[in-house]
Nanobody, 118 residues
């Protein structure tokens, strides 16, 4: 079992910045991919950004150039730096870990609320 604990959410004005953190209960080397997702009421959870063990990153088109995902292996933590925030970025942000061997296993954090005011 893995615990993922998100933090760093809050209320910010449009154009502002936030940095989300996802602290894992074990070494993040053990995960093939870690990602940030977000969800608003009545909508599907969507991928925001992901990063693989090979440091390959992937971003949703809506956040490219504004958000950056990174890892700190020493702290077993994944970050999401969010700049130039827009009201449409308002959502609950979740961290997810993915391991594919010996079987596909996913763990999710409890989520952190991000609210961007106009």
């Amino acid at each position: 079992q893995v615990q993922l604990a998100e933090s760093g959410g809050g209320l910010v004005q449009a154009g502002g910045s936030l940095r989300l953190s996802c602290a894992a209960s074990r070494s993040i080397f053990s995960f093939n991919t870690m990602g940030w997702y977000r969800q608003t009421p009545g909508k599907q959870r969507e991928l925001v950004a992901s990063i693989t063990n090979a440091e390959s990153t992937n971003y949703a088109d809506s956040v490219k150039g504004r958000f950056t995902i990174s890892k700190d292996h020493a702290k077993n933590t994944v970050y999401l730096q969010m700049n130039s925030l827009k009201p449409e970025d308002t959502a609950v942000y979740y961290c997810k870990s993915l391991t594919i061997w010996p079987q596909v296993t996913e763990f999710w954090g409890q989520g952190t609320q991000v609210t961007v005011s106009s």
